[in-house]
Structures are given as structure tokens and as C-alpha cells.
């Protein structure tokens, strides 16, 4: 099973980055997607999620308005589109793949990628 984070980097302060997760060798087609973040020094956080079927979102609300959580079926890949970054935005971003009869909504998903880091310069 593997979990392919890719796409962040080094940006400026307004700029914008689009992280890809490709899903490969999953025993089970995802209920849901997510992506959750980690700043050094702090906890994960929730960041985004989207239901594999359906594509309903949802959003922490630090990144709504800013952050567009996408996926595509046929490439078993989600996206995590990030516009208007700021400092507040650097952490290393995880995503993660789970089933329906997980809580993933506090946190609970089957896998989880070895993440990508976005580092936001003010």
C-alpha cells in the first residue's frame, strides 16, 4: 500500500501550490480522502477531506475559501489546490485513506502517506 504525497515545495506569501496523493495497492476502494497537516512543535491538524464517491468536501476552517480538495477516480489520485498561502500554512501535509466504518472524522483513516513539505516564506 502506498500513499504518494507530492508537490509541495517553497513559496511566497500569496502564492499557490497544488500537492498530489496517488493511491496505489489500497485492499479497499477509499470511502474517503483526506489531507491533514503538521507545523513543527504542533499537532496534526484536519486540513480537507473529500468522499471518494460523491466528491462531498469539507474544509478546517483556517483553509476554506483558500483550498480546494479534488480527486480523480480514474488515477486513484486527490489534489489539495492551495492558493493565497501564508506563513501559517507551513507544516508537512499528509494525506491519508480510510473506510466508511472509520470515524475519519476525528482523525481515523486506514493509511497514511509519508508527507510532503510546504514551507511558506513571509
Known amino acids: 500500500v502506498q500513499l504518494q504525497a507530492s508537490g509541495g515545495g517553497l513559496v511566497q506569501a500569496g502564492g499557490a501550490l497544488r500537492l498530489s496523493c496517488a493511491a496505489s495497492g489500497l485492499p479497499f476502494t477509499p470511502y474517503v480522502m483526506g489531507w491533514y497537516r503538521q507545523a513543527p512543535g504542533k499537532d496534526r491538524e484536519f486540513v480537507a477531506r473529500i468522499l471518494w464517491r460523491g466528491g462531498s468536501t469539507s474544509y478546517a476552517d483556517s483553509v476554506k475559501g483558500r483550498f480546494t480538495v479534488s480527486r480523480d477516480n480514474s488515477k486513484n489520485t486527490v489534489y489539495l489546490q492551495m492558493n493565497s498561502l501564508n506563513a501559517e500554512d507551513t507544516a508537512v501535509y499528509y494525506c491519508?485513506?480510510?473506510?466508511?466504518?472509520?470515524?475519519?472524522?476525528?482523525?481515523?483513516?486506514?493509511?497514511w502517506g509519508q508527507g510532503t513539505q510546504v514551507t511558506v516564506s513571509s
Open positions: 491519508a485513506a480510510g473506510r466508511a466504518a472509520l470515524r475519519y472524522d476525528l482523525g481515523y483513516y486506514d493509511y
